[in-house]
């Protein structure tokens, strides 16, 4: 049977049964703490981890110093691998460069064709042979006078200005039984290497004069004393020689190229040089000479 208790006590018995000692219930208190603690997730505590440094780079550098060491030690391998063997080439010695020879000098130009003449005539003089005069006209032809000790000397010079062109007077005299016998002799002709105008027109005083005040201060210059110049007035023929002097052969030359210089209208017409002094070499000479001027012709 029910029973209902109205009243405020409570039944002591049930109260009793109902009732948990303390350290119980402690005890189960903590029991459900620990259980809700196991239950609810706990947080973890997470350390930052620190950046280490981007290594790439180096270690590439580290690659790239490994190859270029791989390489350089096993370059003969690789490079025998792309090389072709060759036929072993036979060397020759190259001959030794030939010596450079001095180039001869330019010999000195001719101021005028009688130079040309002169100086033929007078590499032909052999030894033991001089010469006292020589008459050079314009277009080569010749007259020279001279002395000699030998006979076959001047054979020899005789032979050799006939190779040069026509020799049309042999004044020789016959050879002597004396071995000290002198022999003057006359050679005359015409040299066939000169080239030289056809025509040659005569020059009046007029133009002569202005050419020899152009040289008449120049004597020490050339070497030379002037004997005989144009003077105004003056009326000169075909066998006339205007111009005279003395010096060496090498002024008498300057003269000239002076008064006839090279490409120029005016020439040497005929000329004669003779040795300053009887019986000495041409060295210091005596020279009379007449000039032409080129026809217009």
Same mark, same amino acid.
């Given at each position: 049977?029910?029973?209902?208790?109205?009243?405020? +006590?409570?039944?002591?018995? $049930?109260?009793?049964?109902?009732? @948990?000692?303390?350290?119980?219930?402690?005890?189960?208190?903590?029991?459900?703490?620990?259980?809700?603690?196991?239950?609810?997730?706990?947080?973890?505590? @997470?350390?930052? =981890?620190?950046?280490?440094?981007? !290594?790439?780079?180096?270690?590439?550098? @580290?690659?790239?110093?490994?190859?270029? @060491?791989?390489?350089?030690?096993?370059?003969?391998?690789? &490079?025998? &691998?792309?090389?072709?063997?060759?036929?072993?080439?036979?060397?020759?010695?190259?001959?030794?460069?030939? *010596?450079?020879?001095?180039?001869?000098?330019?010999?000195?130009?001719?101021?005028?064709?009688?130079?040309?003449?002169?100086?033929?005539?007078?590499?032909? *003089?052999?030894?033991? =042979?001089?010469?006292?005069?020589?008459?050079?006209?314009?277009?080569?032809?010749?007259?020279?006078?001279?002395?000699?000790?030998?006979?076959?000397?001047?054979?020899?010079?005789?032979? %050799?200005?006939?190779?040069?062109?026509?020799?049309?007077? $042999?004044?020789?005299?016959?050879?002597?039984?004396?071995?000290?016998?002198?022999?003057?002799?006359?050679?005359?002709?015409?040299? #066939?290497?000169?080239?030289?105008?056809?025509?040659?027109?005569?020059?009046?005083?007029?133009?002569?004069?202005?050419?020899?005040?152009?040289?008449?201060?120049?004597?020490?210059?050339?070497?030379? %004393?002037?004997? $005989?110049?144009?003077?105004?007035?003056? +009326?000169?023929?075909?066998?006339?020689?205007?111009?005279?002097?003395? #010096?060496?052969? #090498?002024?008498?030359?300057?003269?000239?190229?002076? &008064?006839?210089?090279?490409?120029?209208?005016?020439?040497?017409?005929?000329?004669?040089?003779?040795?300053?002094?009887?019986?000495?070499?041409?060295?210091?000479? $005596?020279?009379?000479?007449?000039? !032409? %001027?080129?026809?217009?012709?």
């Amino acid at each position: 049977m029910l029973k209902i208790n109205l009243s405020d +006590e409570q039944d002591d018995s $049930r109260n009793e049964n109902n009732a @948990v000692p303390e350290e119980t219930a402690a005890e189960s208190s903590d029991a459900e703490t620990i259980s809700a603690a196991r239950e609810e997730p706990q947080e973890e505590t @997470v350390e930052p =981890v620190k950046p280490r440094g981007n !290594r790439a780079p180096i270690l590439v550098l @580290v690659a790239l110093i490994a190859a270029v @060491v791989l390489v350089y030690t096993q370059k003969d391998t690789i &490079l025998g &691998l792309f090389s072709t063997e060759e036929e072993p080439v036979e060397q020759v010695t190259s001959p030794p460069p030939p *010596v450079a020879q001095p180039e001869p000098e330019p010999e000195p130009e001719e101021p005028d064709p009688t130079f040309v003449a002169l100086n033929s005539i007078s590499d032909a *003089v052999p030894p033991r =042979v001089w010469l006292s005069s020589m008459v050079i006209m314009y277009d080569g032809g010749y007259e020279i006078k001279g002395m000699a000790f030998s006979h076959n000397a001047i054979l020899t010079l005789a032979g %050799t200005l006939e190779k040069q062109g026509a020799l049309t007077t $042999r004044g020789i005299p016959k050879k002597a039984k004396s071995s000290e016998t002198v022999y003057s002799f006359t050679l005359a002709g015409k040299l #066939g290497s000169i080239a030289v105008p056809e025509i040659l027109d005569a020059i009046g005083a007029d133009r002569l004069v202005p050419l020899a005040e152009s040289i008449k201060t120049k004597g020490k210059d050339y070497n030379v %004393t002037f004997l $005989r110049l144009p003077k105004p007035g003056q +009326e000169y023929t075909e066998k006339d020689l205007p111009f005279s002097l003395e #010096g060496s052969y #090498g002024g008498l030359k300057q003269v000239v190229a002076d &008064l006839c210089p090279e490409g120029g209208d005016t020439k040497v017409y005929r000329i004669i040089v003779s040795p300053a002094a009887p019986g000495r070499v041409f060295d210091k000479v $005596r020279a009379s000479f007449s000039l !032409r %001027t080129v026809s217009a012709i």
